[in-house]
């Protein structure tokens, strides 16, 4: 059973940083690419990031380009998404998703992946 499961969410003050982690199980990990996607109370599922399965390409919404670092370790079957400089606006429930797709592919559109984490919730706070 192909199963994601996101961990590393919690409450941080605005500026601090967090890690959240996408563990895979049931699958290796190495050939899906993946998306890391948030959403906040009352809005859409937004894409925050994405990275390839092999070619390590990625990409980051304009809202946390320079701020937000997508990585994978498949040796761990682990993807994970570096979080700095947060802002209270960045609170929502993240999530990981993967698809089986070619090494270069990657996409931050929710529609393009297939299997999904249960989320977890992050709050920046003061």
């Known amino acids: 059973q192909l199963q994601l499961v996101e961990s590393g969410g919690g409450l941080v003050q605005p500026g601090g940083s967090l890690r959240l982690s996408c563990a895979a199980s049931g699958f290796i990990l190495d050939y899906y690419a993946i998306g890391w996607f948030r959403q906040a109370p009352g809005k859409e599922r937004e894409g925050v990031s994405c990275?390839?399965?092999?070619?390590?390409?990625?990409n980051y919404a304009d809202s946390v380009k320079g701020r937000f670092t997508a990585s994978r370790d498949n040796a761990k079957n682990t993807v994970y998404l570096q979080m700095n400089s947060l802002k209270p606006e960045d609170t929502a429930v993240y999530y990981c998703?993967?698809?089986?797709?070619?090494?270069?592919?990657?996409?931050?559109?929710?529609?393009?992946?297939?299997?999904w984490g249960q989320g977890t919730q992050v709050t920046v706070s003061s």
């Open positions: 998703a993967a698809t089986l797709r070619g090494s270069s592919w990657y996409s931050i559109l929710p529609t393009s992946y297939n299997y």
């Open positions: 990275i390839s399965s092999r070619g390590g390409r990625t």
